[in-house]
Nanobody, 121 residues
């Protein structure tokens, strides 16, 4: 069974930094794209950043210049380094993986359980 395990969420002051991690566990052969989405209270889930195996990245305009996504393909892990955090960044952050090839099956899309990031004084 393949699962996405997230870590790194928590409480941080405005202007602070936080680093999120997401590791895909299980007998995995390959993962095409991994990324991060977030959902703030009362809002729809939105894209934060994604990265393919070829290191092609996409960022939401709202976080451009403040976050960096990176991957360690050998560990099937994706990271999200967030700097200069604002109150508007407060949300549940979800890890996402697309086109996962495991031992006995393929997964078009997987989601993590979510990790809460709270930016507050």
């Amino acid at each position: 069974q393949v699962q996405l395990v997230e870590s790194g969420g928590g409480l941080v002051q405005p202007g602070g930094s936080l680093r999120l991690s997401c590791a895909a566990s299980g007998s995995i052969f390959s993962i095409n794209a991994m990324g991060w989405y977030r959902q703030a209270p009362g809002k729809e889930r939105e894209l934060v950043a994604t990265s393919t195996r070829g290191s092609s990245t996409q960022y939401a305009d709202s976080v451009k210049g403040r976050i960096t996504i990176s991957r360690d393909n050998a560990k099937n892990t994706v990271y999200l380094q967030m700097n200069s955090l604002k109150a508007e960044d407060t949300a549940v952050y979800y890890c996402n993986a697309r086109d996962v090839v495991a031992r006995l099956r393929r997964y078009p899309e997987l989601w993590g359980q979510g990790t809460l990031v709270t930016v507050s004084s």
